[in-house]
């Protein structure tokens, strides 16, 4: 039983509108699901990922209106590590977010920026095997787009601490006195410590809230026995509409959750009209005209796009 990688990573916004600017028109993510706090049905979760809606490419945030800018600290993560295809891709993404006024910190095989949160975003070149998952857009050639998580780092005074759960309990190998990998038969994805800052950390806007390592449906309620066995407290098993959560605590105090693969983001709407309309679970769906009054209006990422023109009569 092996993780398959990084399933989605969820981090919170104070400004949804600016958040679905900045991940779908400037990077170029594809938004498969606009929906609502299953717990505060008046801010939306926000679902970003390839053209698909895949686990490996799925960033989500919570939306807490107006909140103060957090800050990554101890037992947090501070960087979304996304693989590109070239240093080609390393150029335009470098131009691109000079281009919106992004700060850039290149490096030959990586390029650093934050989102206008302040959360930390790395894009990497990747040797990896695994299937690239891009999202198309009209302005960023496919072969430079992002193409789905490589990792995450987090702070840790300690990784160490970490290393049996990740070792022993979710079946990772070091790849470095620093640096995990979990890999399943479709992909992999890393966790990696750095020395923490001194100051403690505030999880608000522009921080990561969790990370969510993937699974199948058929395996997901073993990892449920097998963390139970290995005595790690969890939540127990989750619905959450697009697929089922568990979630537990790591020593150094990130966030985990497991998640498995279906039924992902098409069991509301068919995949060409995903992101396009708030979706409310079934019990909510009475109250709409309420619950879309009080939400930010947000448009449709895609309706302003250039429609297909039909190829020219011979
Ligand atoms: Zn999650």
Not at 185 to 201: H, N, Q
Not at 261 to 268: E, R, S, Y
Request: charge should be negative; avoid cysteine; aromatic fraction near 8%.
């Amino acid at each position: 039983m092996q993780l398959e990688g990084i399933h989605h990573i969820t981090a919170i916004t104070g400004d949804a509108a600016r958040n679905v600017d900045f991940y779908t028109r400037v990077l170029g993510l594809r938004m498969v699901a606009k929906t609502v706090n299953q717990d505060d049905p008046s801010v939306y979760h926000l679902f970003y990922a390839d053209e698909e809606g895949h686990a490996g490419a799925d960033l989500t945030f919570f939306e807490y209106p107006h909140a103060v800018p957090g800050r990554a600290g101890a037992g947090m993560v501070h960087r979304i590590v996304s693989r590109v295809a070239s240093r080609a891709a390393l150029d335009f993404w470098e131009a691109r977010l000079a281009g919106e006024g992004v700060a850039t910190e290149r490096e030959p095989e990586r390029l650093l920026f934050a989102d206008p949160e302040g959360l930390g975003h790395e894009l990497a070149l990747s040797d990896t095997p695994d299937a690239p998952l891009s999202a198309e857009h009209p302005e960023i050639p496919l072969e430079h787009a992002l193409q789905g998580f490589l990792g995450v780092r987090a702070y840790s005074a300690d990784p160490v601490q970490s290393a049996a759960l990740l070792e022993r309990v979710l079946g990772a190998s070091a790849l470095s006195g620093d640096t995990w990998e979990l890999r399943g038969a479709l992909r992999g994805g890393t966790i990696a410590y750095d020395p923490a800052p001194a100051e403690p950390g505030r999880q608000s806007a522009g921080t990561v809230h969790h990370i969510a390592w993937g699974t199948t449906v058929a395996e997901h309620p073993r990892w449920e026995e097998h963390l139970r066995a290995s005595r790690v407290p969890t939540s127990g098993i989750i619905d959450r509409h697009y697929f089922h959560s568990i979630y537990f605590r790591e020593p150094s105090g990130v966030l985990f959750e497991i998640a498995d693969d279906a039924p992902g983001f098409t069991v509301d709407v068919p995949l060409e009209r995903l992101g396009s309309e708030v979706i409310l679970p079934p019990k909510l769906e009475p109250h709409r005209e309420q619950i879309e009054a009080r939400l930010t209006p947000l448009p449709d990422p895609r309706a302003g796009w250039p429609t297909p023109t039909a190829a020219p009569a011979p």
